[in-house]
């Protein structure tokens, strides 16, 4: 629940953001990967980018670029089309929950403790978000 109220946040005000809230499901961590490349993809040009994910089966669908989950596969052909328009690559291992405060921070409702370990993140205008990529997240495969 935690993930939901994060992203709600984030995307308070977007149209969209109800239906990326309703994708959220155990391979939720894939959304933020996805949304990175869409956003910072262009500085990462020439470059293999490692994304360090603490959800198993997520580092597994990145490293396999497979699911069977068609909302997952979905992500993964539009971080295949972002690693494809912004030529980088991507690698991604498992570290453990424990090791991955900001993240564990933010999946908890810890706001105050990740902008603490974060203080650069706390502009609000650090990552807008556009909604064209919000419609793409939340489109479902066909």
């Known amino acids: 629940m935690g993930m939901r109220r994060v992203l709600a946040t984030l995307l308070a005000g ?11 499901y155990p ?4 959304i933020p990967v996805v949304m990175a490349a869409a956003l910072w993809g262009q500085y990462w040009r020439g470059k293999l980018v490692q994304f ?6 997520v580092v597994n669908i990145l490293k396999g670029l ?6 997952l596969m979905h992500l993964v ?14 690698g991604a291992i498992h570290i453990k929950g424990a090791h991955n405060t900001l993240a564990d ?7 105050p403790l990740f902008f603490s370990q974060a203080p650069a993140s706390a ?9 064209a990529l919000l419609v793409l997240l939340a489109l479902e495969a066909s």
């Open 14 to 24: 977007c149209k969209v953001a109800a239906a990326v809230a309703e994708v959220l």
């Open 27 to 30: 391979g939720q961590e894939l």
């Open 52 to 57: 360090r994910v603490d959800n198993m089966a």
């Open 66 to 71: 497979y699911s069977r989950d068609n909302h």
């Open 77 to 90: 052909r539009l971080l295949v089309f972002f690693t494809s328009r912004y030529d980088f690559w991507f």
């Open 105 to 111: 921070a933010l999946s908890r409702d810890n706001i």
């Open 123 to 131: 502009n609000p205008n650090s990552a807008a978000v556009p909604e």
